[in-house]
C-alpha cells in the first residue's frame, strides 16, 4: 500500500518560507497526481494545490497563487510544495495526497485521493 511522507515543515516569520517534501516508501509516485492539503485547528481541511504525474499541470487554491509553487522530482521519487511569503493564515497541518489510479490531470479536490500522509505542521509567527 502506498505510503506518503511530509517533511519540511516548521516555525516561520511572517514573510518566510519554507519548503514541503512528500515522499512514498516502497511504490514509485511517477504515474500519480499528487495533491497538497491543509487543516487549521478548529477549520474545515482545505485543497492547497496539486500537480499530475508529468508536472505539465498545476492547479493553487486562490489563496497561495502566487506565493506557492509546486513540482516534482520522479527521479527522487518526491514531490515539492514551496511556500514563499508565509502569513500566519498559512498556519496548519498539510497534507499530501494520492489516489489510487494513475492520471496525468490534478483536482484539488478531497475526494479524488485515496492515500494520505501523516502531516507536517507549519506555524507561521512572529
Known amino acids: 500500500q502506498l505510503q506518503l511522507v511530509e517533511s519540511g515543515g516548521g516555525l516561520v516569520q511572517p514573510g518566510g518560507s519554507l519548503r514541503l517534501s512528500c515522499r512514498a516508501s516502497e511504490f514509485t509516485l511517477d504515474y500519480y497526481p499528487i495533491g497538497w492539503f491543509r487543516q487549521a485547528p478548529g477549520k474545515e481541511p482545505e485543497g492547497v494545490s496539486c500537480?499530475?504525474?508529468?508536472?505539465?499541470?498545476?492547479n493553487y487554491a486562490d489563496s497561495v497563487k502566487g506565493r506557492f509553487t509546486i513540482s516534482r522530482d520522479n527521479a527522487k521519487n518526491t514531490v515539492y510544495l514551496q511556500m514563499n511569503s508565509l502569513k500566519p493564515e498559512d498556519t496548519a497541518v498539510y497534507y499530501c495526497?494520492?489516489?489510487?489510479?494513475?492520471?496525468?490531470?490534478?483536482?484539488?479536490?478531497?475526494?479524488?485521493?485515496?492515500?494520505w500522509g501523516q502531516g507536517t505542521q507549519v506555524t507561521v509567527s512572529s
Open positions: 495526497a494520492a489516489p489510487d489510479r494513475e492520471a496525468d490531470v490534478c483536482y484539488i479536490k478531497r475526494e479524488e485521493y485515496d492515500f
Open positions: 500537480i499530475s504525474s508529468t508536472g505539465g499541470s498545476t
